[in-house]
């Protein structure tokens, strides 16, 4: 009887329980949430007005209490005197809460209720629109539910100059149309090209014939040949095939080749396996772009002769997986476009405040903690839910991770496609996502009792008061550079990775460490690091605890034959003028090779200058200047295109126009989008004969806050990154160098038209299909009523426009523009892909 009571009690004190832990009753689907943007310039002021309307369209009462509301959104808010219901607290990173205050009474059925807030800055887009949202009931503080009725409304504020049809149509109005046979036949544009007499036609008459040490270039080639033909081409076989692919050994430069096609003979000549894989890309240029839809019999191929070689000798495009994640399959796709535009450098951001990426098995809660997201307010198991991914864990692109053989296979794939993978272990700043599994696993072993185990990859001092906000409102992000677990656990990633490498017979010599984004106030009440500086005769303050970290590391990588590379701060020190604090140039690092990646030259910030002061001082520069080579900010200011605009906007024509020795020459506009006189370079440092011997190259950068999916990405990338190969590889241009402005301006235009055929004609036609097809940016008609007609135009010639009279969207069916349109009425244009895709819409009225 008496274990029959304990049972019963025990079954009472369980149902309590869960019934206090129950979700509420409240159907959070039928919470609408409807955001909207008042206006920008409020008061006149650099802060904007939006509001969020709540509506409940159930039919159960919404509760007053009892509830709070999570969401991401990349800045502070300020609630208005005039929205008693909600206060809204930031949290940490992107993450705020809203719940009600005892003015709410809650909402009965269809009731509704607006709460207006500002917060600092301009939205111009809908990307900077609260976003992830889930509400989390008291009862049950655990879990959190999406709340999916959630409506962006388009933005409308007369105040901001949006891009419109007209300015499109004159934007575009320098741009031929050039015939296809016209054009060049190769991408990215070669150093020499000869067209020649006849053809060479590729089929199953071919064989391909390869020195011994390109038999790995020879099957690459023979993989890609049995993509579009039917028959199999076997390398090294009897002669007694009627034509042969040759490739041969020849005293060239390190990634120059030539490429020699006749009637019966295709010869690829190199003195290094990137050399022959350069030709080989050439040679798949001068396919026909349908040639990668479907299997053909043969393929027939120009004659002609080719002698190339790259510009830069580094090519870099970096992604950053971190703060959203991207499948293994996404970046074999990636490299995929990479090489066939022979860039050589993939800059893996791997790890941040959002996520950490790849698997170290001796180091579990990397990418247990950091490689999940959700809802949680400690950390302790998995981190935040960040940039809109939502309160569940293990969903894509929140959570994710490469297992150590992921990275592996990776490695293996971009190294058959002469990719250099860079990995970026993003330190001391950026770093939350390791300091909380580290922090994870000190709890752990000291829940076990193991004090020493439990500190040994400890990153933060436990005592630090140190108050401190990051670029991206972080509270805690920051390394201990004190500690001397802190340089453990370096070396036990770097050693890891490296193994990874070895096993993969990959190449690397170098590691990116981060460096960048470390915020004022970092430090300063840390007890070790006080205690450091006052034991170190070199160290005065906390701001040379930076070079005292990058100090360590350089002897870390040094012991296993790496370079340091990191973003431009790595190559800087503090120090005073007037009075204030400024950056300089650092003297002690240059000379052993640190490698800077400089993307801060903001234009009209200030730093103009700054990746030609650090190649003039000694430091092997990769330009990653935000001004023309960030492939996350948004297209042009409309607000319709996703993409941030913190730093201006990223149409193609700013990669194509970049002039890496000199960009100061045509640099058209400033980070908000705004025209600038070319009076604000002066005085600014200009890059001398040595210190463009130190721009190794040039890289793009596309930072994933808002890939929320592969077509977020592949739009934002597509075909921003042709652009950037044909700046990394083709020769200087006679534009960039001509003194003359008008000849120079009329070089340019015809080179940018060139440029916008070869793209809409050759290259995205190809990727329509290419490496199962690519989601580009269609870019949208121009527009322009003159003399009673409707007048179009496209950036790109060769995407089909075709319109409507009657307000319906264009379909493939629909009219096509040839001529000026007389009808009146609304008239919507829509350009389409050569497989059926179409982009935005342009509406016109024509009265």
């Given amino acids: ?94 993450i705020s809460q809203l719940k009600p205050t005892k003015n709410f009474k809650g909402l009965k059925r269809n009731q509704t209720v607006d709460f207006s807030f500002l917060s600092n800055g301009k939205i111009l887009n809908l990307t900077y629109a609260p976003a992830g949202l889930y509400i989390v009931w008291d ?57 020649n007499e006849g053809n060479f036609v590729l089929d199953k008459n071919v064989n391909i014939q390869s020195d011994i040490e390109f038999v790995g270039e020879a099957q690459y080639l023979s993989n890609e040949w049995h993509k579009i033909i039917e028959s199999e081409l076997f390398i090294n076989t009897d002669s007694s095939y009627s034509k042969q692919i040759v490739l041969k050994k020849a005293d060239l430069k ?45 393929i027939v191929i120009p004659n002609c002769y080719v002698k190339d070689e790259p510009r830069f000798e580094y090519r870099g495009f970096m992604f950053d997986v971190a703060r959203n994640f991207q499948t293994k399959e996404t970046i074999f796709k990636m490299l995929d476009a990479m090489s066939l535009y022979k860039m050589n450098s993939f800059h893996f951001h791997f790890s941040d405040d959002e996520g950490w990426r790849i698997e170290i098995p001796s180091l579990p809660e990397l990418t247990d903690v950091g490689g999940n997201r959700g809802h949680t307010t400690d950390s302790k198991s998995f981190l935040p839910s960040s940039y809109a991914s939502g309160p569940n864990t293990g969903v894509y692109p929140g959570s994710g991770y490469y297992s150590r053989q992921d990275f592996i296979e990776i490695l293996k794939y971009a190294t058959e496609r002469h990719i250099q993978v860079i990995p970026e272990i993003e330190s001391p700043g950026h ?153 300089v140039a650092n003297p002690d690092f240059a000379n052993k090779g640190f490698r800077a990646y400089v993307w801060n030259n903001g234009i009209g910030w200030g730093s103009e200058d700054l990746p030609y002061k650090l190649a003039n001082a000694g430091y092997k520069v990769v330009l990653s200047c935000v001004s023309n080579l960030y492939f996350d900010l948004a297209y042009e200011k409309a607000a319709d295109e996703p993409g941030y605009n913190w730093a201006g906007f990223n149409n193609i024509d700013k990669p194509f126009y970049f002039i890496p020795f000199d960009y100061y020459k045509n640099t058209k506009e400033d980070t908000d989008g705004n025209p600038i006189d070319s009076s604000l370079f002066n005085g600014k440092e ?62 340019y235009n015809k080179d940018w038209s060139v440029f916008v055929n070869v793209l809409a004609k050759k290259e995205l036609p190809r990727l329509d299909y290419y490496s199962g097809g690519f989601g580009y940016r269609i870019p949208p008609v121009g527009a322009i009523i003159e003399n009673g007609k409707v007048f179009a135009n496209i950036q790109q010639p060769g995407f089909t426009i075709r319109y409507t009279t009657d307000g319906s969207e264009p379909t493939i069916n629909s009219e096509i523009y040839k001529n000026p349109i007389a009808e009146k009425g609304k008239i919507t244009l829509c350009a389409f892909s050569s497989n059926g895709r179409k982009g935005k819409l342009t509406v016109i009225e024509n009265k």
């Fill in 254 to 298: 390190n990634e120059e080749y030539i490429l020699d096609i006749q009637s019966n003979k295709v010869e690829i000549s190199a003195s290094s396996g990137s050399g022959i894989f350069y030709g080989i890309q050439s040679l798949k240029s001068l396919l026909p772009a349908e040639s990668w839809d479907k299997k053909s019999t043969s």
């Fill in 686 to 747: 200009r890059l001398t004969d040595y210190g463009k011997s130190n721009i190794l190259g040039i890289q793009g950068q596309l930072f994933s806050e808002n890939v929320r999916n592969t077509g977020i990405l592949e739009y934002l990338l597509y075909p921003k990154l042709l652009a950037l190969a044909e700046r990394a590889w083709a020769q200087s241009p006679s534009w960039a160098t001509e003194l003359d402005k008008n000849k120079s301006e009329n070089f």
């Fill in 431 to 583: 770093s939350r996502a390791a300091i909380k599994a580290m922090d994870s696993r000190y709890n752990k072993f000291m829940k076990l009792g193991n004090k020493v185990e439990a500190e040994r990859y400890l990153l933060r001092d436990l005592n630090d008061k140190s108050v401190h906000s990051s670029a991206q409102l972080w509270k805690d992000n920051i390394m201990c550079v004190a500690l001397p677990s802190t340089y453990t656990f370096m070396e036990k990633v770097i050693d890891e990775i490296l193994a990874m490498y070895k096993e993969a017979n990959a190449p690397i010599s170098t590691i990116h460490l981060g460096g960048d984004e470390v915020p004022s106030g970092t430090w300063e009440l840390s007890p070790l690091c006080n205690k450091l500086i006052a034991e170190d005769d070199r160290l005065n303050s906390t701001d040379d605890l930076w070079y005292y970290y990058y100090d360590k590391l350089e002897k870390i990588t040094a012991k296993r034959n790496l370079v340091v590379s990191g973003w431009e701060e790595i190559a800087m020190r503090k120090t005073v003028l007037d009075g204030k604090k400024i950056y």
């Fill in 1 to 94: 009887m008496e274990r029959f009571l304990i049972i019963l009690i025990a079954l009472f004190v369980h149902s309590i329980t869960a019934y206090s832990q129950k979700k509420s009753s409240f159907d959070e689907n039928k919470l609408q949430i409807n955001w909207e943007l008042t206006t920008n310039n409020y008061n006149k002021e650099e802060k904007v007005l939006t509001s969020l309307k709540f509506t409940n369209t159930g039919k159960t009462f919404f509760p007053a209490s009892g509830w709070t509301i999570y969401f991401n959104y990349s800045r502070k808010v300020a609630p208005i005197s005039s929205s008693p219901d909600f206060v809204v607290t930031h949290i940490n990173g992107d």
């Fill in 139 to 195: 009862t049950n503080p655990e879990n959190g539910y999406s709340i999916k009725n959630y409506i962006l409304k388009p933005i409308s504020d007369s105040s901001v100059d949006f891009v419109t049809a007209e300015t499109t149509y004159s934007n575009n109005k320098s741009i031929e149309n050039i015939p296809v046979e016209n054009l060049p036949k190769i991408f990215p544009s070669p150093k020499y090209f000869k067209c």
